[in-house]
């Protein structure tokens, strides 16, 4: 074989190599974009049952105008997207949270539902909130 016969299949196969990482690149991102999306959406849905909570009177097993008392059920706190707690003191950081059943122990006029992916954002977990009052649903992501 000449060498110029080497060169192109050298050439070759450093391009298949790029290409090959490249595609990788993007699928990890995707992942992580849908992960974190469903995510949101996951807790979107947690915050509406909390609104229904909040808004349904005692004697009916609800809050009363209160989130006092709500907690998520064993089944919301984790699934194929990621792990849910509630808590009524703002989430922050990176770090991963597990799924909690553990209800909001005082008066609170908000209360926020934390999730956490599956998926890796470099070396942190998907991590999103929502904040939860008796009328609006503001979502974040923390990673």
Not at 1 to 12: F, K, P, R, S, Y
Not at 115 to 122: F, I, L
């Given at each position: 074989?000449?060498?110029?016969?080497?060169?192109?299949?050298?050439?070759?196969i450093?391009?298949?190599?790029?290409?090959?990482?490249?595609?990788?690149?993007?699928?990890?991102?995707?992942?992580?974009?849908?992960?974190?999306?469903?995510?949101?959406?996951?807790?979107?849905?947690?915050?509406?049952?909390?609104?229904?909570?909040?808004?349904?009177?005692?004697?009916?097993?609800?809050?009363?105008?209160?989130?006092?008392?709500?907690?998520?059920?064993?089944?919301?706190?984790?699934?194929?997207?990621?792990?849910?707690?509630?808590?009524?003191t703002?989430?922050?950081?990176?770090?991963?949270?597990?799924?909690?059943?553990?209800?909001?122990?005082?008066?609170?006029?908000?209360?926020?539902?934390?999730?956490?992916?599956?998926?890796?954002?470099?070396?942190?977990?998907?991590?999103?909130?929502?904040t939860?009052?008796?009328?609006?649903?503001?979502?974040?992501?923390?990673?």
């Open positions: 074989m000449g060498q110029q016969q080497l060169l192109l299949i050298v050439l070759g450093v391009i298949v190599g790029i290409a090959i990482a490249v595609g990788v690149t993007q699928f990890k991102s995707s992942a992580v974009e849908s992960n974190r999306q469903n995510v949101i959406s996951d807790l979107l849905n947690y915050a509406a049952k909390a609104q229904r909570f909040y808004k349904t009177p005692t004697a009916l097993a609800g809050g009363g105008q209160d989130f006092n008392g709500y907690f998520l059920a064993a089944v919301d706190t984790g699934n194929a997207n990621g792990s849910y707690s509630v808590t009524a703002q989430p922050s950081g990176a770090s991963y949270v597990a799924g909690a059943v553990t209800p909001i122990s005082s008066s609170a006029d908000s209360i926020y539902i934390v999730g956490c992916g599956k998926e890796q954002n470099a070396s942190n977990y998907v991590k999103a909130y929502a939860v009052t008796s009328d609006n649903i503001v979502t974040t992501v923390l990673n």
